[in-house]
């Protein structure tokens, strides 16, 4: 198995411009990313709740939870951050690569940029009872998985 690593630039959303370069192993598999707790001490980021996590042999830990800027290229993003100590390893999570626009291809262990989409709720017209596609004879509608609406 190929490990992908990453140098990003960490920064205080209070002050993004003043920021420092840290090297992190992608871990698409890890939520957060975790951050050594005396890298976001020096960039004055202070802790907003503490977590507990499970390992994966099961054992339980806390950590401290904050927020950071996250910069790479020309992308930057905001995401949660956990307070790394002594013998974690500088981790770029999911939330972290999801807030850069980033998603690592599996396969060729590459960051790609992550395809943006800006989705809208509506509200049906009154009267209306159905999507459209229940009446087209779709196999599926999303209809069919609403309580309470008629099926098609």
């Not at 001490?41 to 054992?59: Q, V, Y």
């Not at 690569?97 to 960051?111: F, M, N, V």
Request: net charge neutral; glycine share 10%; with cysteine.
């Amino acid at each position: 198995m190929g490990l992908t690593v990453l140098e990003i630039e960490v920064g205080n959303p209070a002050d993004p411009d003043n920021t420092i370069s840290v090297e992190f192993l992608i871990d698409s598999g890890a939520v957060y990313s975790v951050v050594p707790k005396r890298t976001l001490d020096k960039l004055g980021i202070k802790p907003l709740a503490e977590e507990e996590f499970r390992l994966a042999n099961g054992t339980p830990l806390k950590r401290k939870k904050g927020g950071a800027v996250f910069r790479h290229g020309d992308r930057v993003g905001i995401a949660d951050v956990l307070f790394g100590q002594r013998g974690d390893h500088n981790l770029l999570g999911a939330s972290t690569l999801e807030a850069l626009g980033l998603s690592l291809d599996p396969l060729k262990r590459e960051l790609k940029p992550l395809p943006m989409l800006l989705a809208a709720t509506f509200r049906w017209p009154e009267g209306r009872e159905r999507w459209p596609c229940s009446t087209q004879g779709w196999p599926w509608c999303p209809s069919d998985s609403i309580p309470g609406r008629p099926r098609s």
